[in-house]
């Protein structure tokens, strides 16, 4: 049985990686941070973990083709048979989605289609919604669409702050991504 190989993206502080990291079977399938903001908090904490990264800065290539093409020949010298989201900040394009079709994954801090993009959850906050949640799902073109693997959600808590909210989606997410990452990594080795 092959042994699953992963690459997490991600472009900001890295909570969700380091949660992986955490896990056994999931930090013995990551070869590889791929981050597009030099400097982010992430690159930090997967060097500190042994973890190989690819940071790129988008704003040299001169297509996103051009850049997807970089980080696709990484994602083959090393093999890598499925690409984790993890506050990725950034549409996946043609050139990674038609070599990964069906094993690009997101999680989104909300209850898709409800407040796609930046700031979910401060979308949400405004919104006065009295339900709101994490969401993980298939890639394809679009801002955080594509099929929905699995939702979760969680009520308001009237007189809460954003901040507050926020601790409580991302303890929601910190439980549920590893899960999800788990389980569609053992489906795919158990067919073979
Ligand atoms: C997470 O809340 C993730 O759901 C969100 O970015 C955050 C990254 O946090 N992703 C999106 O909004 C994607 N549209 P982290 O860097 O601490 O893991």
């Known amino acids: 049985m092959k042994q699953q190989r992963a690459s997490v993206f991600a472009s900001g502080t890295g909570s969700n990686f380091d949660v992986m990291m955490q896990d056994e079977d999931i930090a013995n399938s990551i070869v590889l941070l791929v981050c597009d903001k030099p400097g982010a908090a992430v690159i930090e904490k997967a060097e500190s973990l042994g973890v190989p990264t690819l940071v790129l800065d988008p704003k ?9 093409k970089v980080i696709y020949e990484k994602l083959q010298s090393l093999e890598v048979d499925w690409i984790f ?6 549409l996946i394009g043609e050139t990674l989605l038609s070599q990964y079709e069906g094993r690009i994954i997101n999680i989104h801090p909300s209850i898709l289609p409800s407040f796609p993009g930046k700031d ?3 979308q949400a906050f405004r919104a006065g919604v009295s339900k709101t949640g994490v969401t993980i799902h298939y890639v394809d073109e679009g801002m955080d669409t594509g099929p929905i693997i699995a939702q979760e ?7 809460e702050t954003e901040e507050q ?3 409580r989606i991302q303890a929601v997410e910190h ?6 990452m788990k389980q569609l990594m053992q489906n795919v080795t158990e067919e073979l």
């Open 60 to 68: 040299i290539y001169s297509s996103k083709q051009e850049y997807e």
């Open 165 to 167: 909210l926020k601790t």
């Open 85 to 90: 989201l993890a506050g990725y900040m950034r």
């Open 175 to 180: 439980r549920l991504y590893p899960n999800v």
């Open 153 to 159: 959600e969680i009520e308001m808590i009237p007189g």
């Open 120 to 122: 979910a959850i401060g």
